[in-house]
């Protein structure tokens, strides 16, 4: 029995997904849980905790890290509220930090901590929000009195760490007990590596202080939550994950949009949505829909109302037109909040939105969740299906896309249940990040060698600064002279620092800002610009003061801008042959140009044509990629076809397979073809490059390259197998491409596959002792065993001594390996030598005339690589 609005669509259900309901557990209060906690809560209405609950308070009392992972709506809130108030009402001093992803969740889960205050009273619990929107003088109250401080991880790294000495910080930071981390799952990519830098420069500030605080971290369900809270913190930690919360019935229906006429087109997602949502809104339930991208949330919501307002049978006086809106990022905060807040009150039935809406925020009761499109992981897509059924039974519907992940689950729904979600990837040690956060650092607190353990390339980094006048060398110790505030040459979530305004030339209003790269993507000259479903052209944008000027307009179609791409191989790290290709890692340049865009029609997706942008629009990107190399027969074949890039083919099924061997998602990796020419210009090579989306790279080509050739054959084994019969946008990445054609392009990596098919398709982390353990001709063989030592006694420079790997003694000396010629310098240094060497003597017998030496091995120089992401820091 199928909802009444999807039965006139059932022919469109490929498979359906039931999972049933699940009772609660129900558990007694911990017996540690204070007296006045468990009155708070019996009089709230809570008798009992969810045995999820009960665990958390347990671990978090014990003085554990703790990572829970349960369901939506699973009072994961009050899972690490109970033992942060707890501490507080024992202790009034204590200070929480709780760090949520975004500003609207922070608002949002601030209304959870108010009932505490509200019952304690604030002579005993004050909580606070600070964030960019909080006045001065809230602010001032928040650092003197507030046990609980909401805030996000821009203003940790642009606020709280650069004034730790000033304003009252440092009373925060010399009481601060607990670290609750919300969302955790968010914090991968390039945003991820900025949030584990930030740890890092937290908990050096908090060590000067004096101050360890616990972590308390909360995710959705992700298939390595307790390595992503370790890696992001060095610490250890204990993982939830038994879920004691009811579950509400959920019923999923995989949904396969028909193909257009009697075409090989199947009709878009957007498309689908917007057809089934009119009788959603007439029926009035209560709907999230996620859309991909910022422009597929305009598109659905202006044919949405379109549809509406054409309804006949409706009231005059009744505007469906006003029972839907979009959200997005790119809307400004007040517009944001009045969505949340008419939403809850039921003023609206629902939203379209972009994957701003996973996150925890509490939008009430709702009925149905439509995916338009696989969002790219199973751990988003069960994210955004548990945004329903909180407190009833509830439905999802997932729109399927042409993509080779939608088209496969199209066959293999299963595959949403029966395999594991995917891991969250990041890389804290992306030069560029961390070249940033050193510089950040620096400017907190000096640096010294008990810093080389938080940043691997600390000692390849400082002669960088030295020479730029950013350090000054003070007997070892390296103190910050540079600019005033370093921690604002970057920002955390985005590539580009430059900030563009979108200005509506009639009345001057702000529409929106956004970075360069979506700038040039978005609001190019002549291009459709949507805001909440109203349509603005394009008339001009300014490149020296980034501002774009639009004006309202109506018309029948919105814009896609086409780019150009370019490569320069910086330098190749390593290589490797096999079959007939070759398959390499290293260093390179992507300049990327937007040169023309096209106009598609509104509701049927017709393409009214292109035009050329006359501005030069382009970004670079020094980042990392994969390339692999075309034998030359199979360049000429399909060099000779002119009406087609069949490359664009190769390209795709290269890019889809790396992504899914890697778990990437099209924010992660992007792909295109490039040329050299050798031997003074006679022979011109053919290469597919794969390269990371993010300035020196997150690792994620460097993972493709360990799974070359398996990436090459699941990309044969994807165009094979894709049941289309000509080619599709699943396989080959478009209707027109003929797959024999790739497919053999494909094989002829592998092996001579003889004459080509023909092509018949045109479209479509001191105490001294008098006895010593270790004596020095023993300590090359209990190296680790002594760094062991070390950490269990606090000393000094442990940060330094996890670095050395391995030691030699030859006669009286100790000798460090390294693998940088500044590190020596750094270790020798006349004070920081004699620290070293009277470490050594605390707790190892050694001979009077005991010295230490090092040696330099494995010397990859960075220092070029650094100077580049430094000049593009700081230009």
Known sequence: MYLKEIEPFKNRIVSEISIDSREATYVDYPELLCEEL???????????????????????????????????????????????????????????????????LANDQYR??????????????????????TPPNERTRIRKTANIILTNPEMLNSAFLPNHSLHGFNHVFSKLKFIVVDELHVYRG????????????????CKYYRSKPQYLFSSATIANPKELAEILTGETFYHVKNDGSPSHKKHIYIWQPPYVRDSEYRKTPEEEAAEIIPDMIQNGRRFITFCKSRREVEVVLKETRDRLSNIEDVPSLLDLTDKIAGYRG???????????????????????????????????????????????????????????????????????????????????????????????????????????HVRAAAAELPLTLDDAELFPDIAEIIPVLLKAGELRNDGGIFTWIGKEHPAGDFSLRNISRDIYKVINKVNGEMLTEMDEYQAFHEVYEKAIYMHDGVQYMV????????????????????????TDTMVNIIKEFKSREFSRTNASFGDVLIKEAVVAYKMIQFHNRQNLGFESIKDNL?????????WYLIPEDVDNIINSYTEFNYYNGVKH??????????????EDIGATIFNTVEKDGEVKRAFVILYDLYPGGLGFTEKAFDYAEDILKDAISMVKNCKCKDGCPACVGDYHLDKKMVLWALEGMIKETGESPVVTKVVKDVVIREEKLFNLYELPQKWSEFKSYLKSKSEAFLGFFNTIDYVEVKGDLLIFNVNSPFFREWVLDTLNKLKIENIIRRHVEVPETFSIDVNVINHDNKIDKIIRRYDDLTR
């Not at 108010?114 to 964030?131: K, S, T, W």
Request: hydrophobic letters at 40%; proline letters at 3%; charged letters at 25%.
């Open 618 to 626: 382009f970004t670079t990107l020094e980042t990392e990629g994969l």
């Open 653 to 666: 099924a290269l890019l889809n397979a790396a992504r899914i061997r890697t778990m990437a998602t099209s």
């Open 112 to 133: 959870n901590i108010l009932p505490f205050v509200e019952y304690f009273g604030e002579d005993r619990i004050q909580a606070g929000i600070y964030d960019g929107d």
């Open 539 to 562: 008339e001009k944008l300014d490149l020296v003061n980034r501002i774009a000027t639009v004006f309202p307009i109506e018309v029948n179609y919105f814009t896609v801008p086409f």
């Open 330 to 436: 790119g809307y400004k905060k007040e517009e944001r909040k009045d969505i949340e807040k008419r939403l809850v009150k039921g003023e609206i039935n629902g939203v379209i939105a972009t994957n701003a809406l996973e996150l925890g925020i509490d939008i009430g009761d709702i009925d149905i969740v439509i995916c338009s499109g696989f969002p790219g992981t199973k751990a988003s897509f069960w994210q955004q299906i548990g945004r329903a059924g909180r407190r009833k039974d509830a439905v999802g519907i997932l729109i399927l896309d042409v993509g080779p992940i939608d088209q496969y689950i199209a066959v293999n729904s299963e595959f949403l249940l029966k395999t594991g979600v995917e891991n969250a990837v990041l890389d804290k040690n992306n030069l560029f990040i961390q070249l940033a």
């Open 38 to 104: 468990k009155q708070f809560l019996n009089k709230r209405g809570f008798g009992k905790l969810y045995s999820h609950q009960r665990e958390m308070f347990e671990h978090a009392k014990k003085g554990e890290n703790v990572i829970i992972t349960t369901q939506t709506a699973s009072g994961k809130t009050l899972s690490f509220l109970l033992p942060v108030i707890d501490e507080i009402l024992k202790d009034p001093k204590t200070r929480a930090i709780f760090v949520y992803p975004t500003k609207a």
């Open 190 to 205: 390039a945003f991820g590596s900025h949030m584990a830098n930030i740890i890092r420069r937290l908990n050096r500030i």
